[in-house]
């Protein structure tokens, strides 16, 4: 689990710009993609310095 959460930066990168891209207008697009980035952001944060020091090895 440890490393599907330190993982899922790369799949952010990839799998969130992706999904944004459907948009029609381009600005559009980017506000999706900088607003679920930082949704992202926030709830990775929350994962590494909570959930993780948590976790079992």
Do not use: Q
């Not at 930066?9 to 600005?27: F, I, K, T």
């Not at 607003?35 to 959930?51: E, H, K, R, S, T």
């Amino acid at each position: 689990m440890k490393k599907f959460i330190l993982l899922s930066v790369l799949y952010a990168m990839y799998l969130l710009p992706s999904l944004a891209a459907r948009e029609r207008h381009p600005a559009r697009g980017v506000k999706k993609t900088m607003l679920m980035m930082v949704i992202f952001n926030l709830c990775y944060a929350f994962a590494v310095l909570v959930i993780w020091t948590r976790m079992d090895d």
